[in-house]
């Protein structure tokens, strides 16, 4: 999500909100593999923090990397990193 500024922001309310909206449906959170990208979170807040909340939604369907050549630039450390807990 962005501001009017087109910067990104995030709101759990936002979420939340938007989750509800498709129950039928899975949602999928989209994270950047790279550290270089914006939006980039470290696998440890990810793991503690983010992917909790997220799986709280009872139509979290997982995660997905982009861009997967960003990843595998670094030998694949980003998947694997977070592979067991999204």
Known sequence: MTDADGRWTFDWKDWDAWTSR???SQVY???PATQTTDG???PESLFYGVMPRMQSASNYGGAMLWDRSGDTAY???YGK???DFV
Do not use: E, R, T, V
Request: glycine share 14%.
């Open 22 to 24: 498709f129950p039928a």
């Open 29 to 31: 959170a989209g994270l």
């Open 40 to 42: 980039w979170i470290n």
């Open 75 to 77: 030998d694949g450390y």
């Open 81 to 83: 990193a977070i592979k």
